[in-house]
C-alpha cells in the first residue's frame, strides 16, 4: 500500500513552468505503475501522464504531449511531472494516483488506479 502526497503547485503565467512532485509512503514505491490526473472546476477529472515501475516507459494525453514530461525516482519514492509551456487550459487540481497493475481497465481511465493523493491546484494566469 502507498499514499501519494502531492507538491509543487502554484500561480504561473502562460508560457511558464513548474515541477510538481509526488511522494509516495510505502516500501513497495516501485511495484506500483504511476500517473498524473488534473480536475477542472467543472469538468471530470482527466488522464495527464503515466510511467512504468521502473520509468522506462510513458504515456501522455494529446493535451500535454510535447510539453509535459513524467519521471520517477524509486530510491527516493518520488514521481515528478516537470510542465513547461503553461496554458491557461491547464488550471486544475492535479492528482497523483498509484496503479498496482490489476489491468481491468485502460490507464486512462481512473478506476485503474488504487490509491490516489489529495491533489496540489495549478493556476495558469497572467
Known amino acids: 500500500q502507498v499514499q501519494p502526497v502531492e507538491s509543487g503547485g502554484g500561480l504561473v503565467q502562460p508560457g511558464g513552468s513548474l515541477r510538481l512532485s509526488c511522494a509516495a509512503s510505502g516500501r513497495t514505491f516501485s511495484t506500483y505503475i504511476m500517473g498524473w490526473f488534473r480536475q477542472a472546476p467543472g469538468k471530470e477529472r482527466e488522464f495527464v501522464a503515466r510511467i512504468s515501475r521502473s ?11 510535447g510539453r509535459f514530461t513524467i519521471s520517477r525516482d524509486n530510491a527516493k519514492n518520488t514521481v515528478y511531472l516537470q510542465m513547461n509551456s503553461l496554458k491557461p487550459e491547464d488550471t486544475a487540481v492535479y492528482y497523483c494516483a498509484a496503479d498496482s497493475g490489476g489491468g481491468r481497465y485502460i490507464y486512462t481511465d481512473r478506476r485503474s488506479y488504487d490509491y490516489w493523493g489529495q491533489g496540489t491546484q495549478v493556476t495558469v494566469s497572467s
Open 55 to 65: 520509468g522506462g516507459s510513458t504515456f501522455y494525453s494529446d493535451s500535454v504531449k
